[in-house]
């Protein structure tokens, strides 16, 4: 590739384990699901956009539903720390396998 072409990234994505004090449940078609990983999207203009997937608190494969995180202190936290982590550790990857 030459070195004046820009290089088009369309995505930056991180999953990120939600810890078990921070895990809350939602209910979507009447079941319930218990939230477990945040997805973190960084957005064009610099801004990150989360969604919380989880599995029926029932148990069972069910299916992996998305939902809106919630506006909390301690999960926004967390999104800043994973985005950061994930920050660093992009900036030091060592290349192809």
């Known amino acids: ?3 004046d072409a820009a290089v088009d990234v369309s995505a930056l994505a ?3 384990t939600i810890p078990e004090g921070l895990r809350w449940t ?3 078609r009447g079941e319930e699901f218990t939230l477990s990983t ?3 999207r960084l957005l064009p203009d610099g801004r990150l956009a989360t969604k919380a997937y989880g599995r ?3 148990g069972g494969r069910g299916t992996y539903v998305s939902f809106p995180v919630p506006d909390r202190p301690e999960l926004a936290a967390l999104v800043a720390e994973a985005a950061n982590r994930a920050s660093a550790l992009w900036a030091a990857h060592r ?3």
């Open 38 to 40: 945040l997805n973190v």
């Open 56 to 58: 029926p608190t029932g």
């Open 95 to 97: 290349g192809l396998g």
């Open 26 to 28: 939602d209910t979507r």
């Open 1 to 3: 590739m030459s070195s």
């Open 14 to 16: 991180i999953n990120v």
